[in-house]
C-alpha cells in the first residue's frame, strides 16, 4: 500500500469510528405512535398534557437515546385520545387558557384529533402567539414560537419536531 492510501484507509475508519451517530431516520414523533398506557384519571393526564415544559422527541442526545420526558406526554395525549368521550371540547379549550405555551400546543393539537374543525380554529387562532416553546430532538434543542408550531399543525396535521 502506498502512503497515500494508508492515509485515506486511516482517515476512513476514524471518521467511521468517532462519527457522531444522528437519531433515527424515521423518528416522526407523531404522538399517536403506540398504544395508551393508563394513567389514573383524566385530570391526570390533562395535567401532564397543560404543563408540559417544552415539544420533546422521542430521542436526544447523539446516541438517540430515549427522552425520558417524551414517554409521559405521549402517555397523556394518547390516553386524552382513549378517554375521548370524558373530555369535552369546552373544557380542553378552558383548560388550554390556563397552559404553559407548549401545553396550549399538545391541547390544541388533542383537540384537532378530537374535532378538525375545532381544532382548527384554535390552532389559527395560536398563529398570533409568540410565546417561545422550548423543543427536544435529537442533539437539538431550539426555540420556537406557539405561532410557529401552530401554524406547522395546520399544515401537517401532526408534530413532527425533528429538526432538519
Known amino acids: 500500500m502506498t502512503k497515500k492510501s494508508i492515509t485515506l484507509l486511516t482517515i476512513l475508519v ?5 462519527a457522531p451517530q444522528s ?3 424515521q423518528e416522526s414523533n407523531n404522538l399517536l405512535d403506540a398504544p395508551p398506557e393508563n394513567i389514573s384519571n383524566s385530570d391526570n393526564y390533562l395535567q401532564v398534557l397543560s ?5 420533546e422527541g422521542a430521542y436526544i442526545g447523539y446516541a438517540a ?3 425520558p ?4 406526554i405521549k402517555i397523556a395525549f394518547q390516553q386524552a385520545l382513549a378517554d375521548k368521550n370524558s ?3 369546552g373544557e380542553l379549550r378552558e383548560l388550554m387558557n390556563q397552559a404553559s405555551p407548549a ?3 399538545y391541547i390544541a393539537a388533542l383537540i384537532q384529533r378530537l374535532d378538525k374543525t375545532e381544532g ?4 389559527t387562532a395560536l398563529q398570533s402567539d409568540s410565546s417561545v416553546v422550548t423543543e427536544r430532538s435529537g442533539c437539538t434543542i431550539g426555540g420556537r414560537t406557539v405561532g410557529d408550531l401552530a401554524t406547522d399543525l395546520l399544515k401537517n396535521g401532526s408534530i413532527a419536531i425533528a429538526l432538519p
Open 65 to 67: 437515546a430515549p427522552n
Open 69 to 72: 420526558a417524551y414517554k409521559p
Open 51 to 55: 404543563n408540559a415544559q417544552g415539544i
Open 87 to 89: 373530555n369535552s371540547i
Open 23 to 25: 437519531a433515527p431516520a
Open 103 to 105: 401545553g396550549r400546543i
Open 14 to 18: 476514524g471518521s467511521l469510528l468517532f
Open 120 to 123: 382548527d380554529r384554535i390552532l
